[in-house]
């Protein structure tokens, strides 16, 4: 391994030569990660010597470098193995992914920088953004945190004999619970905006203007009666409570008396 300058360990899918998955992971190394961290000594498991010994100078690499990059992107099993190797070293790493990814469960809550190569814009907020997390990383008293970390720390406090720690091993785990709830309650509120953004859409048809300046008319004008007046329909004469209770037939045609003949 390089010495003098601070190692970085990129942690990557590698694939056979010539194939998309090496020529990514090609273009990631050289494109973004070394551009992003020129003051570090940049290093693959590819380009390792002794290829009978590749195992363990990755174990080596994982444990010793003073900074480590995952690329997410397809999701390798060999990424995430060496990832938590990383994790449980306690040591700085920086995750990476390709626009579109998902991101499992588990490490959902880790901060991943995502990029798109073939944006510009975005390869060059990815190589800012990578640079700045690994000069935080390189602070001294710099604190490492990762699911793991959190779990350790938080099984450490709860086996704790300090009333204290074990209070607080509550209070995180209360915290881990509320913060289930709220993404549960932040995906039912996505859900709601999304049902009523659908149905404030306008219908896909659209009545003709005379019946839409009809139904207008309606709703601002006079009274049904004398809209349909207006209309030259009849309207139909309806009987109201009062008239039924006091016996009046005023709201019934009557027919015409016929004069009996003399």
Known sequence: MAKGKPRCFVIAPIGDAGSPIREHSDFVLHGLIEEALPDFAVMRSDKFGKPEMITTQIFQALHECELAVADLTFLNPNVFYELAIRHMVGKPVVVLASVGTSIPFDNAPVNTIFFNHH???????????????????????????????????????????????????????????????????????????????????????????????????????????????????????????????????????????QKRAD
């Open 119 to 257: 944006n510009w814009e975005s390869l060059k907020a990815a190589t800012a953004a990578l640079r700045a997390a690994a000069d935080e990383a390189m602070k001294p008293g710099y604190k490492v945190s990762n699911p793991v970390t959190a779990a350790l720390g938080e099984l450490r406090m709860a086996q704790s004999g300090d009333s204290k720690e074990q209070m607080l091993a509550g209070v995180m785990a209360r915290l881990s619970a509320l913060e289930s709830e709220f993404k549960s309650l932040e995906s039912s509120y996505r859900v709601q905006n999304l049902t009523a953004d659908l149905f404030a859409q306008p219908p896909p048809y659209k009545p003709p203007p005379t019946y839409r300046n009809a139904l207008e008319s309606y709703r601002t004008g006079p009274p049904l009666q004398s809209w349909l007046s207006s209309q030259g329909v009849d309207s139909p004469t309806v009987s109201t409570p009062d008239d039924k209770s006091t016996g009046s037939k005023a709201s019934q045609s009557e027919p015409p008396k």
